[in-house]
C-alpha cells in the first residue's frame, strides 16, 4: 500500500476566520458584556457599560471569536451565522493582531478604519485610522489587522508654551 502524501490546504483557502488572534504577538484583550448582537471580528465600542458594534471609528476594540468545545452538532450555516448574543461575556482584541471582515478590498500596508456595519475598510484621508492591514484581501474576506489602544484626544486643545514664553515667564528681569 502507497501512503498518500498530505495536501496542507486541502480544506484551506489561506484566510483565518474573523475574531481569529493572527499572530504569535503579545495581544491585550478585555472581557465585556454584549450590549447587542456583535460579529466576530468587528469593531466594538462602549455604550452604557457593555460592548456594541461600532458604526464607524474610533473604537475600543475587536471581538473575538467564539471557541466552540462541542460542535458535533452544528452544521455550516450554523457557524457562519453565529455572533455574541446580547448579555453574553465576550473577549475584545486591544492591542494586537487579528483577522478581521473588510468591505472593501484592502492591501497590506494600507490604513484601516470602520464602516457602518462595524466591518474594516481602507482609511481615507479625512477618516479616523483604527489599525493597519497586514495581508490583502478582496471585499467579503479576512484581513490581518495590526490595531493599538487608541485613546480619545480633546477636541480642543490649548497651543503649548513656547519655550521663550516660558524663559520670560521665570525670568525677572523681563518684567
Known amino acids: 500500500m502507497k501512503g498518500i502524501i ?37 469593531a466594538v465600542t462602549i455604550k452604557d457599560g457593555k460592548a456594541v458594534q461600532a458604526a ?9 471569536k467564539r471557541t466552540y468545545m462541542n460542535a458535533d452538532h452544528f452544521y455550516q450555516e450554523d ?15 486591544r492591542d494586537g493582531t487579528i483577522a478581521v471582515p473588510v468591505s472593501a478590498d484592502a492591501d497590506a500596508q494600507e490604513n484601516a478604519t470602520v464602516d457602518a456595519n462595524g466591518q474594516f475598510k481602507p482609511a481615507g484621508a479625512s477618516d479616523t485610522v483604527v489599525g493597519v492591514f497586514l495581508s490583502s484581501a478582496n471585499a ?7 490595531t493599538r489602544v487608541q485613546l480619545a484626544q480633546p477636541t480642543s486643545q490649548a497651543a503649548p508654551p513656547t519655550q521663550a514664553s516660558q524663559l520670560d515667564k521665570n525670568n525677572p528681569a523681563s518684567k
Do not use: H, R
Open 6 to 42: 498530505p495536501d496542507g490546504k486541502l480544506y484551506m483557502d489561506g484566510q483565518l476566520g474573523a475574531g481569529t488572534v493572527a499572530t504569535l504577538e503579545d495581544s491585550s484583550v478585555n472581557t465585556l458584556t454584549a450590549g447587542g448582537p456583535i460579529g466576530f471580528g468587528t
Open 56 to 64: 464607524g471609528a474610533p473604537i475600543y476594540g475587536v471581538a473575538l
Open 140 to 146: 467579503g474576506e479576512t484581513a490581518q489587522l495590526q
Open 79 to 93: 457557524i457562519d451565522n453565529d455572533k455574541w448574543g446580547e448579555g453574553e461575556v465576550l473577549g475584545v482584541l
